[in-house]
């Protein structure tokens, strides 16, 4: 069973920099895309940035020049640095990948799911 697992959430100031990072466990052949999302109280799950298997990367333009995503495919882990976080940057953050698995499927996972809260 692949799971992904987010740790590195919390609270902190406005200006302040957290690291998110998101694990993949299991029997896992290659891992395509991974992301990361983000849903904010009363609003609709957004990207907020992705890297390719390749390394290319994309970003919501709100977070561009201040998070930076990138990933260790030896680990199959992705890792969201967030610097100069504002308060609208407050959400729970979602780590999502593209795995096939043993049985040579590509399948879409998601993880539960790490809080980030930005105080003024």
């Known amino acids: 069973q692949v799971q992904l697992v987010e740790s590195g959430g919390g609270s902190v100031q406005t200006g302040g920099s957290l690291r998110l990072s998101c694990a993949a466990s299991g029997i896992i052949l290659y891992i395509n895309t991974m992301a990361w999302y983000r849903q904010a109280p009363g609003k609709q799950r957004e990207l907020v940035a992705s890297i390719s298997s390749s390394g290319s990367t994309n970003y919501l333009d709100s977070v561009k020049g201040r998070f930076t995503i990138s990933r260790d495919s030896a680990k199959n882990t992705v890792y969201l640095q967030m610097n100069s976080l504002k308060p609208e940057d407050t959400a729970a953050y979602y780590c999502?990948?593209?795995?096939?698995?043993?049985?040579?499927?590509?399948?879409?996972?998601w993880g539960k799911g790490t809080l980030v809260t930005v105080s003024s």
């Open positions: 999502n990948a593209d795995i096939r698995t043993s049985n040579g499927r590509l399948v879409n996972y």
